[in-house]
């Protein structure tokens, strides 16, 4: 993902969701309110994030378990899937941060004058 992200998308967890297509998008109908999954963004990185909770909803773990709870709180599969799709990309997005506050740490390590031995 390295060079294919601006960085504008990392500036929040909200703004990456919406790069990457997770972000919910509110739809009404009478009284009812519900949420369509937003069909922008990269659909590469969507995909994989489908991928991701797909295997998570298989495999016992905190995905799975995390998608049960959705359900036993009355949600469709669709809807379930969906928020914890969701969920994947925000902990993929403080993966990212990471990732660059440890790139920028070594930069700066870098950039240090070398002591002479």
């Not at 967890?13 to 009812?32: C, L, M, Q």
């Amino acid at each position: 993902m390295e060079g294919s992200t601006p960085d504008a998308v990392l500036k929040s967890k909200d703004a990456f969701a919406r790069f990457n297509g997770t972000a919910p998008i509110p739809v009404w109908s009478s009284n009812t309110v519900r949420v369509r999954l937003n069909r922008g963004g990269n659909r590469t990185i969507n995909n994989a994030l489908h991928m991701a909770a797909v295997t998570q909803v298989r495999r016992d773990g905190p995905g799975a378990a995390y998608y049960a709870e959705q359900l036993a709180a009355g949600k469709t599969v669709k809807e379930a899937l969906q928020l914890l799709r969701r969920r994947i990309s925000d902990r993929v997005f403080r993966a990212l941060l990471a990732d660059e506050a440890a790139r920028d740490d070594q930069q700066i390590i870098q950039a240090l004058p070398q002591a002479a031995a």
